[in-house]
């Protein structure tokens, strides 16, 4: 149970952080707590299971990701405990393997939709938008990046940072100035914590800002994502709950302490409608928000019930 808590506490700080690597780490975690469970009946393995899962999922809300990898790495059928426990290793094992060449697939698919010489915008620091940018560079075309700051934890700093390693001509914008710099350019790429039945997209906040300006300059506006990041609970109308994150990533406690008239609000993600989004770009292919349903129902493999 301790390294559970380990990679629980690792999510909630953001030590780990973006949905693909929130992702694997649950599983992981839910993989080796299986492993190491030590119970002979099938009544208390469940329930150990259960509450481990519980306990994983309750650290992100928004991220869509988190449950999605703890019920696939965790279904078992078996009646008994041994089978239960391989089954669930075998299951955690196959969706880390998926997750590890889903990037590569998105990289490949996503690249082809770049130009040569186009500029692109991205936001926040997602693996899956990386891996377009880095495999178009990588296949010879000369483009170059636009990367936003991403406050209030930064994460631009290292999206630049990758995007250096590989040599790729990159700018560091504030996030304000998206609106001023997108006449500069071709592509906004960004990356999805989340993707509701309808073809909403809940990721970094600022996320919709960046739609926004780029529908009114008429700019394509991509979106890349695992098909893990689709939410099978907005089938039955739950909403994705946006995570506010403390006051004290914006500004100094003791500085907020002496403003007795001024509350902080940080919600950490936030929607952008599917009329904003021109596409999303997925391990099984481009498809348009409108195939959100389709991609929950078939390839995730859920059913109502199950919810």
């Not at 609970?233 to 001024?262: C, F, M, Q, W």
Request: include cysteine; charged fraction near 25%; proline fraction near 4%.
């Amino acid at each position: 149970m301790q390294k559970v808590q380990e990679t629980a506490e690792k999510i909630r700080t953001m030590e780990i952080r973006g949905a693909g690597r929130i992702a694997k780490a649950a599983a992981e975690a839910i993989r080796d707590y299986a492993a190491g469970l030590d119970v002979t009946s099938m009544e208390e393995f469940s329930a150990k299971i259960r509450e481990v899962s519980d306990f994983l999922i309750s650290t992100r809300p928004t991220a869509v990701s988190l449950p999605n990898a703890v019920k696939l790495a965790s279904k078992y059928s078996s009646g008994n405990v041994e089978d239960a426990r391989q089954e669930i290793i075998t299951n955690a094992n196959l969706f880390i393997e998926r997750a590890d060449r889903a990037l590569g697939k998105i990289g490949k698919i996503g690249s082809r939709r770049i130009r040569d010489g186009d500029v692109i915008m991205t936001h926040c620091n997602s693996h899956a938008a990386l891996s377009i940018i880095t495999t178009a560079f990588e296949d010879g075309k000369n483009i170059s990046v636009y990367s936003t700051e991403s406050r209030p934890r930064c994460q631009g700093l290292l999206t630049i940072q990758h995007l250096n390693d590989f040599g790729i001509p990159t700018t560091l914008i504030v996030d304000s100035a998206v609106r001023y710099y997108m006449k500069d350019v071709d592509k906004v790429i960004v990356g999805a914590d989340a993707i509701a039945a309808n073809g909403a997209l809940v990721n970094k906040i600022g996320t919709s800002q960046l739609a926004l300006a780029a529908h009114e300059a008429r700019k394509s506006f991509m979106v890349a994502a695992e098909t893990f990041k689709f939410s099978p609970s907005t089938i039955v109308g739950n909403p994705i709950e946006i995570e506010e994150r403390d006051a004290e990533e914006v500004i100094d406690p003791a500085v907020l302490k002496e403003l007795s008239h001024v509350q902080v609000k940080n919600p950490a993600f936030d929607f952008t409608p599917a009329e904003y989004i021109d596409m999303i770009v997925t391990d099984i292919g481009i498809i348009p928000p409108a195939m959100a349903y389709t991609v929950i129902k078939e390839h995730l493999g859920w059913e109502l019930g199950e919810i």
